[in-house]
Protein backbone atom coordinates (compact mmCIF):
# COMPACT_ATOMS: atom_id res chain seq x y z
CA UNK A 1 0.00 0.00 0.00
CA UNK A 2 3.18 2.31 1.56
CA UNK A 3 4.67 1.84 -2.63
CA UNK A 4 1.28 1.85 -4.27
CA UNK A 5 1.32 5.49 -2.63
CA UNK A 6 4.61 6.55 -3.24
CA UNK A 7 4.27 5.40 -7.10
CA UNK A 8 1.07 7.62 -7.25
CA UNK A 9 2.34 10.36 -5.95
CA UNK A 10 5.87 10.72 -8.17
CA UNK A 11 3.52 9.99 -11.32
CA UNK A 12 1.18 13.41 -9.52
CA UNK A 13 4.33 15.27 -9.22
CA UNK A 14 5.53 14.86 -12.32
CA UNK A 15 2.55 15.14 -13.91
CA UNK A 16 2.15 18.85 -12.57
CA UNK A 17 5.93 19.31 -13.40
CA UNK A 18 5.17 18.76 -17.17
CA UNK A 19 2.55 20.86 -16.71
CA UNK A 20 4.58 23.64 -16.09
CA UNK A 21 5.86 24.26 -19.01
CA UNK A 22 3.36 25.29 -20.49
CA UNK A 23 3.11 28.28 -18.07
CA UNK A 24 4.40 31.44 -19.48
CA UNK A 25 7.92 32.54 -17.94
CA UNK A 26 8.02 34.15 -14.83
CA UNK A 27 6.85 38.46 -15.25
CA UNK A 28 6.65 37.44 -19.06
CA UNK A 29 4.20 40.73 -19.83
CA UNK A 30 2.12 38.55 -22.63
CA UNK A 31 1.13 36.38 -20.44
CA UNK A 32 -2.57 36.12 -20.17
CA UNK A 33 -2.65 37.37 -16.25
CA UNK A 34 -1.01 40.53 -17.17
CA UNK A 35 -2.20 41.87 -20.82
CA UNK A 36 -5.86 42.75 -19.53
CA UNK A 37 -7.24 43.21 -16.24
CA UNK A 38 -3.42 44.08 -14.09
CA UNK A 39 -2.40 47.08 -16.32
CA UNK A 40 -5.58 48.34 -16.01
CA UNK A 41 -5.36 47.85 -11.81
CA UNK A 42 -2.02 49.42 -11.92
CA UNK A 43 -2.64 52.44 -13.72
CA UNK A 44 -6.37 53.43 -12.23
CA UNK A 45 -5.91 51.81 -9.11
CA UNK A 46 -4.52 55.32 -7.48
CA UNK A 47 -6.56 57.61 -9.22
CA UNK A 48 -9.89 56.00 -8.48
CA UNK A 49 -9.52 54.87 -4.48
CA UNK A 50 -6.29 56.98 -3.48
CA UNK A 51 -4.47 53.71 -2.78
CA UNK A 52 -1.05 53.86 -3.35
CA UNK A 53 -1.31 49.70 -2.68
CA UNK A 54 -2.77 48.58 -5.37
CA UNK A 55 -2.76 44.62 -3.30
CA UNK A 56 -5.00 46.10 -0.74
CA UNK A 57 -7.21 48.48 -3.51
CA UNK A 58 -7.79 45.22 -5.51
CA UNK A 59 -8.54 42.99 -2.22
CA UNK A 60 -10.69 44.90 -0.55
CA UNK A 61 -12.47 47.54 -3.44
CA UNK A 62 -12.51 45.38 -7.11
CA UNK A 63 -12.67 42.47 -5.36
CA UNK A 64 -14.29 42.98 -2.00
CA UNK A 65 -17.30 40.37 -2.45
CA UNK A 66 -14.58 38.17 -2.32
CA UNK A 67 -12.65 39.14 0.88
CA UNK A 68 -16.08 39.59 2.53
CA UNK A 69 -16.29 35.46 2.00
CA UNK A 70 -12.31 34.79 2.73
CA UNK A 71 -13.32 36.85 6.27
CA UNK A 72 -16.38 34.61 6.67
CA UNK A 73 -14.81 31.41 5.98
CA UNK A 74 -12.01 32.27 8.72
CA UNK A 75 -15.49 33.09 11.05
CA UNK A 76 -16.23 29.40 10.27
CA UNK A 77 -13.19 28.02 10.71
CA UNK A 78 -13.57 29.58 14.50
CA UNK A 79 -17.15 28.45 14.85
CA UNK A 80 -16.25 24.91 14.08
CA UNK A 81 -13.42 24.42 16.43
CA UNK A 82 -15.49 25.94 19.52
CA UNK A 83 -18.31 23.44 18.00
CA UNK A 84 -16.14 20.60 17.57
CA UNK A 85 -13.85 21.30 20.61
CA UNK A 86 -15.33 22.97 23.03
CA UNK A 87 -16.50 21.42 26.40
CA UNK A 88 -19.42 22.60 27.68
CA UNK A 89 -20.73 20.96 31.05
CA UNK A 90 -17.22 19.58 33.19
CA UNK A 91 -17.36 18.62 36.58
CA UNK A 92 -14.83 20.22 38.79
CA UNK A 93 -11.74 17.88 38.20
CA UNK A 94 -8.13 17.68 39.92
CA UNK A 95 -6.57 21.27 40.78
CA UNK A 96 -3.40 22.09 41.94
CA UNK A 97 -3.36 25.08 43.99
CA UNK A 98 0.31 26.36 45.31
CA UNK A 99 0.89 28.20 48.56
CA UNK A 100 3.13 31.57 47.49
CA UNK A 101 4.81 31.45 50.99
CA UNK A 102 6.01 28.67 51.58
CA UNK A 103 5.89 26.72 48.07
CA UNK A 104 3.80 24.07 49.40
CA UNK A 105 1.38 22.35 46.34
CA UNK A 106 -1.91 21.14 47.50
CA UNK A 107 -3.91 19.08 45.16
CA UNK A 108 -7.67 19.51 45.67
CA UNK A 109 -10.33 16.17 43.88
CA UNK A 110 -13.30 18.07 43.10
CA UNK A 111 -15.67 18.83 45.79
CA UNK A 112 -16.17 22.54 45.94
CA UNK A 113 -13.64 24.51 44.72
CA UNK A 114 -11.75 26.85 47.14
CA UNK A 115 -12.28 31.42 46.68
CA UNK A 116 -9.54 33.08 45.20
CA UNK A 117 -7.26 34.43 47.41
CA UNK A 118 -3.91 36.38 47.62
CA UNK A 119 -1.76 33.24 49.46
CA UNK A 120 -3.06 30.61 47.18
CA UNK A 121 -2.77 30.60 43.38
CA UNK A 122 -3.86 28.14 41.28
CA UNK A 123 -1.32 26.10 38.92
CA UNK A 124 -1.47 23.65 36.08
CA UNK A 125 -1.41 20.09 36.37
CA UNK A 126 1.96 19.92 34.68
CA UNK A 127 3.55 23.33 36.42
CA UNK A 128 7.35 23.90 36.73
CA UNK A 129 8.18 27.56 37.89
CA UNK A 130 7.96 30.32 35.79
CA UNK A 131 10.86 31.52 34.26
CA UNK A 132 11.60 34.93 35.02
CA UNK A 133 13.28 35.95 31.80
CA UNK A 134 10.85 34.75 29.13
CA UNK A 135 7.56 36.63 31.56
CA UNK A 136 9.15 39.98 31.88
CA UNK A 137 10.37 40.00 28.29
CA UNK A 138 6.61 38.75 26.83
CA UNK A 139 5.37 41.15 29.41
CA UNK A 140 7.40 43.99 27.54
CA UNK A 141 7.22 42.52 24.13
CA UNK A 142 3.16 42.14 24.38
CA UNK A 143 2.41 45.85 23.89
CA UNK A 144 4.99 46.73 21.07
CA UNK A 145 3.64 43.77 19.11
CA UNK A 146 0.04 44.65 19.65
CA UNK A 147 1.27 48.25 18.34
CA UNK A 148 2.67 47.20 15.10
CA UNK A 149 -0.48 45.14 14.55
CA UNK A 150 -2.40 48.18 14.56
CA UNK A 151 0.11 50.08 12.84
CA UNK A 152 0.18 47.45 10.10
CA UNK A 153 -3.99 47.49 9.89
CA UNK A 154 -3.83 51.07 9.52
CA UNK A 155 -0.66 50.88 7.27
CA UNK A 156 -2.18 48.52 5.01
CA UNK A 157 -3.01 51.29 2.35
CA UNK A 158 0.53 52.45 2.03
CA UNK A 159 2.47 49.26 2.82
CA UNK A 160 2.64 45.91 2.51
CA UNK A 161 -0.14 44.59 5.30
CA UNK A 162 -3.44 45.28 5.81
CA UNK A 163 -6.44 43.42 7.96
CA UNK A 164 -5.31 39.70 7.58
CA UNK A 165 -1.87 40.18 8.71
CA UNK A 166 -2.88 42.40 11.28
CA UNK A 167 -5.17 40.46 12.75
CA UNK A 168 -2.88 37.25 13.06
CA UNK A 169 -0.33 39.38 14.94
CA UNK A 170 -3.16 41.22 16.77
CA UNK A 171 -3.99 37.81 17.77
CA UNK A 172 -0.45 36.21 18.17
CA UNK A 173 0.47 39.02 21.05
CA UNK A 174 -2.43 37.50 23.23
CA UNK A 175 -1.50 34.01 22.56
CA UNK A 176 2.07 34.93 23.69
CA UNK A 177 0.60 35.73 26.61
CA UNK A 178 -1.16 32.96 27.30
CA UNK A 179 1.73 30.25 26.34
CA UNK A 180 4.62 33.03 28.27
CA UNK A 181 1.99 33.03 31.88
CA UNK A 182 -0.65 30.28 31.56
CA UNK A 183 -4.18 30.41 30.10
CA UNK A 184 -5.98 31.59 32.61
CA UNK A 185 -3.54 34.88 32.43
CA UNK A 186 -4.79 35.39 28.94
CA UNK A 187 -8.39 34.01 29.52
CA UNK A 188 -8.50 36.71 32.30
CA UNK A 189 -7.69 39.64 30.22
CA UNK A 190 -9.59 38.65 27.42
CA UNK A 191 -12.53 36.90 28.17
CA UNK A 192 -14.02 33.66 25.71
CA UNK A 193 -17.52 35.94 25.77
CA UNK A 194 -15.64 38.96 24.39
CA UNK A 195 -13.58 37.02 22.36
CA UNK A 196 -16.52 35.09 20.77
CA UNK A 197 -18.45 38.05 20.38
CA UNK A 198 -15.67 39.97 18.21
CA UNK A 199 -15.22 37.34 15.91
CA UNK A 200 -19.02 38.16 14.83
CA UNK A 201 -18.77 41.79 15.47
CA UNK A 202 -15.72 41.92 12.81
CA UNK A 203 -17.94 40.15 10.31
CA UNK A 204 -20.97 42.20 11.05
CA UNK A 205 -18.88 45.41 10.23
CA UNK A 206 -17.79 44.63 6.73
CA UNK A 207 -21.36 42.98 6.03
CA UNK A 208 -22.89 46.28 7.21
CA UNK A 209 -20.49 48.96 5.56
CA UNK A 210 -21.82 46.53 2.49
CA UNK A 211 -25.22 47.70 3.11
CA UNK A 212 -24.74 51.29 4.17
CA UNK A 213 -23.65 51.45 0.63
CA UNK A 214 -27.34 49.84 -0.76
CA UNK A 215 -28.74 52.34 1.91
CA UNK A 216 -27.50 54.99 0.73
CA UNK A 217 -28.48 54.02 -3.26
CA UNK A 218 -25.71 52.23 -4.78
CA UNK A 219 -24.63 48.56 -4.89
CA UNK A 220 -23.41 46.45 -2.35
CA UNK A 221 -19.79 47.57 -1.20
CA UNK A 222 -19.80 49.93 -3.63
CA UNK A 223 -17.92 52.81 -1.42
CA UNK A 224 -18.87 55.90 -3.50
CA UNK A 225 -21.85 56.24 -1.84
CA UNK A 226 -20.41 56.66 1.36
CA UNK A 227 -18.90 60.28 0.24
CA UNK A 228 -22.41 61.34 1.54
CA UNK A 229 -22.07 60.49 5.38
CA UNK A 230 -18.19 60.94 5.37
CA UNK A 231 -18.10 64.31 3.74
CA UNK A 232 -15.43 63.72 1.34
CA UNK A 233 -14.94 63.35 -1.95
CA UNK A 234 -15.95 59.74 -3.38
CA UNK A 235 -12.29 58.61 -4.13
CA UNK A 236 -11.37 59.54 -0.64
CA UNK A 237 -14.95 57.61 0.28
CA UNK A 238 -13.28 54.42 -0.99
CA UNK A 239 -10.39 54.93 0.68
CA UNK A 240 -12.35 55.55 4.15
CA UNK A 241 -14.33 51.84 2.84
CA UNK A 242 -11.38 49.76 2.69
CA UNK A 243 -10.11 51.50 5.76
CA UNK A 244 -13.06 49.98 7.62
CA UNK A 245 -13.51 47.10 6.25
CA UNK A 246 -9.80 45.92 6.59
CA UNK A 247 -10.92 46.78 10.63
CA UNK A 248 -13.83 44.67 9.81
CA UNK A 249 -11.24 42.08 9.06
CA UNK A 250 -8.75 42.49 11.33
CA UNK A 251 -11.02 42.20 14.37
CA UNK A 252 -12.48 38.85 13.11
CA UNK A 253 -9.15 37.20 12.30
CA UNK A 254 -8.01 38.68 15.69
CA UNK A 255 -10.73 36.83 17.88
CA UNK A 256 -10.97 33.15 15.61
CA UNK A 257 -6.94 33.22 16.10
CA UNK A 258 -7.32 33.35 19.73
CA UNK A 259 -10.75 31.12 20.30
CA UNK A 260 -8.63 28.36 17.74
CA UNK A 261 -5.52 28.64 20.20
CA UNK A 262 -7.57 28.15 23.30
CA UNK A 263 -9.67 25.49 22.55
CA UNK A 264 -6.90 23.50 20.88
CA UNK A 265 -4.24 23.98 23.77
CA UNK A 266 -6.73 23.22 26.77
CA UNK A 267 -8.42 20.43 24.50
CA UNK A 268 -11.93 22.57 25.27
CA UNK A 269 -12.19 23.35 28.75
CA UNK A 270 -10.02 26.61 28.59
CA UNK A 271 -8.85 26.73 32.30
CA UNK A 272 -5.24 24.59 31.81
CA UNK A 273 -3.34 24.90 28.41
CA UNK A 274 0.25 25.17 27.41
CA UNK B 1 15.91 37.78 -9.13
CA UNK B 2 19.67 36.29 -8.31
CA UNK B 3 19.37 32.65 -9.32
CA UNK B 4 22.55 31.39 -6.85
CA UNK B 5 19.81 32.52 -4.17
CA UNK B 6 16.32 31.31 -5.80
CA UNK B 7 18.16 27.89 -5.82
CA UNK B 8 19.53 27.78 -2.87
CA UNK B 9 16.28 28.45 -1.26
CA UNK B 10 14.60 26.22 -3.55
CA UNK B 11 16.61 23.15 -2.52
CA UNK B 12 16.23 24.12 1.33
CA UNK B 13 12.43 24.12 0.32
CA UNK B 14 12.23 20.62 -0.77
CA UNK B 15 14.39 19.19 1.98
CA UNK B 16 12.01 20.67 4.71
CA UNK B 17 9.31 19.46 2.78
CA UNK B 18 10.82 16.05 2.49
CA UNK B 19 11.97 16.14 6.23
CA UNK B 20 8.21 17.29 7.46
CA UNK B 21 6.90 13.91 6.23
CA UNK B 22 9.46 11.73 6.99
CA UNK B 23 10.29 13.11 10.59
CA UNK B 24 8.61 10.50 13.02
CA UNK B 25 8.73 12.69 16.04
CA UNK B 26 5.50 14.82 15.66
CA UNK B 27 7.07 18.13 17.35
CA UNK B 28 10.02 18.27 15.29
CA UNK B 29 7.53 18.07 12.35
CA UNK B 30 5.80 20.91 13.05
CA UNK B 31 9.23 22.71 13.73
CA UNK B 32 10.23 21.59 10.32
CA UNK B 33 6.67 22.82 8.84
CA UNK B 34 7.29 26.05 10.14
CA UNK B 35 10.77 26.35 8.45
CA UNK B 36 9.23 25.13 5.27
CA UNK B 37 6.65 28.12 5.73
CA UNK B 38 9.43 30.91 6.53
CA UNK B 39 11.13 29.28 3.60
CA UNK B 40 7.94 29.77 0.99
CA UNK B 41 8.02 33.26 2.71
CA UNK B 42 11.20 34.26 1.21
CA UNK B 43 10.49 32.95 -1.96
CA UNK B 44 7.34 35.10 -2.24
CA UNK B 45 9.49 37.90 -0.99
CA UNK B 46 12.28 37.19 -3.81
CA UNK B 47 9.24 37.47 -6.27
CA UNK B 48 8.19 40.80 -5.16
CA UNK B 49 4.82 39.57 -3.59
CA UNK B 50 6.02 41.57 -0.28
CA UNK B 51 2.04 41.33 0.88
CA UNK B 52 1.65 36.89 0.56
CA UNK B 53 5.38 36.94 2.13
CA UNK B 54 3.52 39.12 4.57
CA UNK B 55 0.56 36.33 5.30
CA UNK B 56 2.96 33.78 4.35
CA UNK B 57 5.85 34.80 7.12
CA UNK B 58 2.41 35.65 10.16
CA UNK B 59 0.16 32.40 9.03
CA UNK B 60 2.32 30.06 7.74
CA UNK B 61 5.20 30.41 10.30
CA UNK B 62 3.92 31.87 12.86
CA UNK B 63 0.73 31.03 14.37
CA UNK B 64 -0.13 27.97 12.29
CA UNK B 65 3.02 26.57 13.61
CA UNK B 66 1.66 27.33 17.42
CA UNK B 67 -1.48 25.71 16.66
CA UNK B 68 0.46 22.64 15.52
CA UNK B 69 2.66 22.80 18.89
CA UNK B 70 -0.45 23.03 20.60
CA UNK B 71 -2.07 20.20 19.12
CA UNK B 72 1.08 18.09 19.88
CA UNK B 73 1.08 19.19 23.61
CA UNK B 74 -2.14 17.32 23.76
CA UNK B 75 -0.89 13.84 22.15
CA UNK B 76 1.89 11.34 22.97
CA UNK B 77 5.18 12.20 22.11
CA UNK B 78 5.89 9.75 19.44
CA UNK B 79 3.30 8.24 16.98
CA UNK B 80 3.81 4.05 17.43
CA UNK B 81 3.63 3.05 13.63
Redesign the interface.
Known sequence: MKTAGIIIVLLAGALLLYATRDFPP?GALDSPASTHVSPRYLQKAMEETAVP?V??AVLADYRGFDTMFETTVIFCAGIGCFILLRVFRQRPGDRYYRHIATEITLHIKGGRIPKKSSEFERIDALWTPYDLIIKTVCRILVPFIQLFALYVIAHGHHS???G??GG??L??SV?LLA?SHNMRTAIDRFSEKTNNLLMAIGVFIYTGIGTVCILLGAGFLDYRSLSAVLFVDKIMARSHGIFGVEIGVGITVMAV?IS??NN??S?GKQDE?? | MIWQLDLAILTLVIVTAVATIAVKDLLGCAILFGAYSFLMCLLWAIMAAVDVAFTEASVGAGVSTVFFVAAVFRTTRRTRD
Do not use: D, E, R
Request: proline share 4%; no cysteine.
Open positions: WNVTPGGFQVIGAIIMIYLAAGL
